[in-house]
């Protein structure tokens, strides 16, 4: 008998919060009230409010934010389509970004939908405080370039209510190793830079630098794709060869360990990088100390960003077609809204490298 009173209680207290909820008490993105307050609100157990507020996480009307308190959905007040899309990049002003959102938009606007933008400054933290709002927010689906893919995801529960909201989500650029069952679209960028690599050794370059973003799936697919070129010429494979960075270090570490590397009268005659910041970084610091490209050292970078043609230098880099990237990324998505299982779809999606020539190298060959 006890029991069954105990499940009276947080079933009084769950459809209580719900009809307050439903009749716009609580507004879409209103904090709740606490745990303590409940408590005393309602004289009830903290084990009977938990279960409660627990159903109705559940069952999508409320939404717990770690640190911050239980927020009100707009997911439980609109469950027809919402005709909108959250679209989360890791940068909104980087040099590829304004391209890829067009690619998005002009699949998705043809059906109605308005895109809602938001970005992680490659922050994991960031990533978690967008995925946080998004789920308060009523979307029909999501297009996100995770946070430092190359990285275990520090927030699986976030993606998981995606699923039990059955919010369709696709990643792009990258994806979480444990996350490879879900719908991803890719550059193959192992081809990438296994191409720039090989068209510097055809150039008879022998002492190829490396410099590789470590906290991301492309940095690590590229710096696989030099070492493939490498040994398929027969070259040995030198770690010393390679230069590592972080996001957070990203301004510096590349061209002050190039640098370095040139005081230290390393042998090097071509420098592969992450992609065309990053080259054009290296080419100024390089220039300061008097190395001039191509003459004394061919650079390649990735991206074929506008960049790569505003400089009198073009550079030689890997096309990177982000409206194409983008226009699957809505297609995909739009599938998956329309009722598309995972299991009718492939998971993987990669788009070809294609190098672009520019004057950023110097046959060795007619030494």
Not at 329 to 349: F, N, P, R, V, W
């Amino acid at each position: 008998m006890g029991k069954n009173k105990g499940e009276m209680k947080y079933h009084t207290l769950k459809e209580s919060l719900k009809n307050d909820i439903l009749s716009g008490v609580y507004q879409p993105g209103d904090k709740m009230p606490s745990e303590n307050q409940l408590v005393q609100e309602y004289d009830l157990s903290r084990h009977t409010v938990r279960k409660a507020l627990s159903i109705l996480e559940e069952e999508g009307y409320i939404i717990a934010v770690h640190g911050k308190g239980t927020f009100c959905t707009e997911r439980a007040l609109h469950k027809k389509e919402s005709k909108n899309i959250a679209v989360v990049t890791t940068y909104i002003s980087d040099y590829i970004f304004p391209r890829l959102i067009q690619g998005i938009n002009s699949v998705l606007s043809k059906d109605g939908y308005s895109i809602i933008f938001k970005t992680t400054e490659n922050s994991r933290r960031g990533e978690t405080a967008c995925l946080e709002d998004i789920l308060t927010k009523d979307i029909d689906g999501l297009i996100i370039e995770p946070s430092k893919s190359e990285i275990v995801c520090r927030h699986p529960k976030l993606y998981e209510n995606l699923d039990k909201y059955e919010i369709p989500y696709i990643f792009i650029h990258g994806v979480y190793e444990e996350m490879k069952d879900k719908p991803h679209i890719l550059m193959d960028d192992c081809k990438g830079g296994y191409l720039l690599t090989k068209y510097l050794i055809d150039m008879g370059h022998q002492h190829i630098v490396g410099v590789f973003k470590a906290d991301d799936h492309q940095g690590r697919e590229r710096h696989k794709g030099y070492v493939m070129a490498l040994q398929e010429a027969g070259y040995q494979y030198d770690p010393d060869m390679v230069v590592w960075f972080h996001t957070e270090d990203r301004q510096l570490k590349p061209v002050t360990s190039v640098v370095q590397m040139i005081k230290d009268q390393r042998k090097m005659d071509a420098v592969v990088c992450y992609n065309d910041q990053i080259a054009f970084s290296i080419i100024g610091g390089l220039h300061q100390i008097g190395v001039s490209i191509p003459e004394d050292l061919s650079i390649t970078g990735y991206d074929n960003s506008m960049l790569a043609h505003q400089h009198p230098l073009s550079l030689t880099t890997i096309a990177h077609p982000q409206e194409k990237l983008g226009e699957m990324a809505g297609q995909l998505l739009l599938e998956k809204i329309q009722g598309g299982s995972d299991k009718d779809m492939k998971t993987e999606y990669l788009i070809e490298p294609k190098l672009v020539i520019g004057n950023s190298c110097k046959n060795r060959n007619q030494e």
